[in-house]
């Protein structure tokens, strides 16, 4: 049996994932770290290679798959994280492309089907029976990203603060927010201001409110229940924007953090009238599929299995 191993790297808004595994599909050792979107941090590439560093020397690694943030949409950035991972990597075949592209091919294991992502930022991916692909969203926090964590979390910091003026209705967020952030509800504009100015990543932290949001509306608040409606809504238009790409019955499925809320997802399957398939695989393992096929390793069930499990296990599964 070969010695041969693969690396895969999962990179978004909130977090990096780089992961080694052998022919079997075990993942033998991972590596996490920050966000490494370039549109938004500009320390992603100092966060990228201090995790792809324990990997360098790996003697057996024999192919790279990186999937990465904004890769092939700016074509300035695109050519920086080429050069990042080249560098890192010279002599070894290697396959570059977008992080939510690698999500499908997880979620479906390299089969048709549409993606529904939301992470720190949201998109739909459509890959047809002919392989061809379209997509939707992604369009970054100021322009678009719908229905994100980072959407999420801006809506509730809107929705606290015109309760707290009257202009919406009271919310449980508010005492919960000021409470997570550890900051004097006594003084809310001073408080939230100071920590909205004191930010060192703000589509990050400001997506992790999402998390916050999601806890509330399991307690009943009518506020967070309709961000959460509003939320779906939105990644419902992504689904029906990609759709007649596909066979009219092609399965849908899902990726990224922000679909830890039960809520979220049964209102979007709601909005969408048929429950998605269960993800086959979680991103880094898409990325570990390319890898794969760059040395025409036999793929079968065995194998999607092992890093399924192995994945889970080394909490490799979100976005």
């Given at each position: 049996m070969?010695?041969?191993?693969?690396?895969?790297?999962?990179?978004?808004?909130?977090?990096?994932?780089?992961?080694?595994?052998?022919?079997?599909?075990?993942?033998?050792?991972?590596?996490?770290?920050?966000?490494?979107?370039?549109?938004d941090?500009p320390?992603?590439?100092?966060?990228?290679?201090?995790?792809?560093?324990?990997?360098?020397?790996?003697?057996?690694?024999?192919?790279?798959a990186?999937?990465?943030?904004?890769?092939?949409?700016?074509?300035?950035?695109s050519?920086?994280q080429?050069?990042?991972?080249?560098?890192?990597?010279?002599?070894?075949?290697?396959?570059?492309?977008?992080?939510?592209?690698?999500?499908?091919?997880?979620?479906?294991?390299?089969?048709?089907g549409?993606?529904?992502?939301?992470?720190?930022?949201?998109?739909?991916?459509?890959?047809?029976s002919?392989?061809?692909?379209?997509?939707?969203?992604?369009?970054?926090?100021?322009?678009?990203?719908e229905?994100?964590?980072?959407?999420?979390?801006?809506?509730?910091?809107?929705?606290?603060?015109?309760?707290?003026?009257?202009?919406?209705?009271?919310?449980?967020l508010?005492?919960?927010?000021?409470a997570?952030?550890?900051?004097?509800a006594?003084?809310?504009?001073?408080a939230?201001?100071?920590?909205?100015?004191?930010?060192?990543?703000?589509?990050?932290?400001?997506?992790?409110?999402?998390?916050?949001?999601?806890?509330?509306?399991?307690?009943?608040?009518?506020?967070?229940?309709?961000?959460?409606?509003?939320a779906?809504?939105?990644?419902?238009?992504?689904?029906?924007?990609?759709?007649?790409?596909?066979?009219?019955?092609?399965?849908?499925?899902?990726?990224?953090?922000?679909?830890?809320?039960?809520?979220?997802?049964?209102?979007?399957?709601?909005?969408?009238?048929?429950?998605?398939?269960?993800?086959?695989?979680?991103?880094?393992?898409?990325?570990?599929?390319v890898?794969?096929?760059?040395?025409?390793?036999?793929?079968?069930?065995?194998?999607f299995?092992?890093?399924?499990?192995?994945?889970?296990?080394?909490?490799?599964?979100?976005?």
């Open positions: 070969s010695s041969e191993l693969i690396l895969g790297i999962d990179g978004g808004g909130s977090k990096v994932l780089v992961a080694l595994a052998d022919r079997n599909g075990r993942i033998l050792q991972t590596s996490r770290g920050g966000g490494v979107n370039p549109m941090n320390n992603w590439l100092q966060e990228l290679e201090q995790h792809l560093a324990p990997f360098r020397d790996e003697a057996r690694l024999a192919a790279v990186a999937a990465l943030p904004a890769y092939g949409e700016v074509a300035r950035l050519e920086l080429g050069e990042a991972i080249k560098r890192t990597f010279p002599n070894l075949p290697r396959q570059i492309l977008n992080d939510v592209d690698a999500a499908h091919l997880g979620a479906f294991a390299g089969q048709p549409i993606l529904i992502l939301s992470g720190t930022g949201s998109m739909s991916w459509a890959r047809n002919q392989g061809a692909s379209a997509r939707a969203g992604g369009w970054g926090d100021i322009l678009g990203d229905g994100s964590s980072h959407w999420i979390g801006r809506k509730a910091l809107n929705l606290v603060t015109q309760s707290l003026d009257g202009r919406t209705p009271p919310t449980a508010a005492q919960a927010l000021f997570h952030l550890d900051v004097d006594a003084d809310p504009m001073n939230l201001g100071g920590w909205i100015s004191s930010l060192t990543n703000p589509r990050a932290q400001i997506a992790a409110l999402s998390t916050l949001v999601d806890q509330i509306a399991r307690g009943g608040d009518d506020g967070a229940i309709g961000l959460i409606d509003q779906a809504g939105e990644l419902a238009r992504h689904h029906e924007a990609v759709a007649g790409y596909c066979d009219p019955d092609a399965e849908w499925s899902y990726a990224g953090g922000t679909f830890s809320s039960q809520i979220l997802l049964g209102k979007l399957e709601q909005r969408i009238g048929r429950p998605p398939a269960s993800p086959r695989l979680p991103p880094i393992g898409g990325a570990l599929l890898a794969a096929q760059l040395l025409d390793w036999p793929l079968d069930e065995g194998w299995g092992q890093i399924a499990a192995t994945a889970k296990g080394g909490d490799c599964a979100s976005k």
